[in-house]
């Protein structure tokens, strides 16, 4: 969402450099103020996404083989990540932006010790399984 606006912006200013006429170049500052001021609730849209998604994922995490307390991990973390994703809009919130610093790495280590129970989980199933038919 935000990449999209942004490169909308760089061939705005690719307009703006080659318009020869003060008008034309008028035009192409009207456009760009547009997406500039969009630019920050775009970010947050786009930051707040993946957090959702983290979200949801973690109620049918509680009841699988990870556990509830990799889904309460999750939950907390992406809590976080959704209280991050408002920082764009708030730049002078120090707690939005500690949310969003601590968000990424938090979010990480979430992911890789899924990962690293995922990988002991698979150890352990059987490979030799017969599957009968009735």
């Given at each position: 969402?935000?990449?999209?606006?942004?490169?909308?912006?760089?061939?705005l200013?690719?307009?703006?450099?080659?318009?020869?006429?003060?008008?034309?170049?008028?035009?192409?500052?009207?456009?760009?103020?547009?997406?500039?001021?969009?630019?920050?609730?775009?970010?947050?849209?786009?930051?707040?996404?993946?957090?959702?998604?983290?979200?949801?994922?973690?109620?049918?995490?509680?009841?699988?083989?990870?556990?509830?307390w990799?889904?309460?991990?999750?939950?907390?973390?992406?809590?976080?990540?959704?209280?991050?994703?408002?920082?764009?809009?708030?730049?002078?919130?120090?707690?939005?932006?500690?949310?969003?610093?601590?968000?990424?790495?938090?979010?990480?280590?979430?992911?890789?010790?899924?990962?690293?129970q995922?990988?002991?989980?698979?150890?352990?199933?059987?490979?030799?399984?017969?599957?009968?038919?009735?």
């Open positions: 969402m935000t990449e999209l606006n942004s490169l909308t912006l760089v061939s200013s690719q307009g703006f450099i080659s318009a020869t006429t003060g008008a034309l170049k008028a035009s192409f500052v009207g456009a760009a103020t547009y997406g500039y001021y969009a630019l920050p609730l775009e970010t947050v849209l786009s930051f707040a996404i993946g957090p959702i998604g983290y979200l949801l994922f973690c109620v049918p995490l509680a009841k699988s083989f990870f556990g509830r990799m889904a309460i991990f999750g939950a907390i973390v992406s809590i976080i990540g959704l209280l991050g994703s408002a920082a764009p809009v708030v730049p002078s919130s120090y707690f939005l932006g500690l949310c969003q610093f601590i968000c990424v790495r938090a979010i990480a280590i979430w992911i890789l010790i899924l990962g690293v995922l990988f002991r989980y698979s150890i352990h199933i059987p490979a030799n399984v017969k599957i009968t038919t009735d």
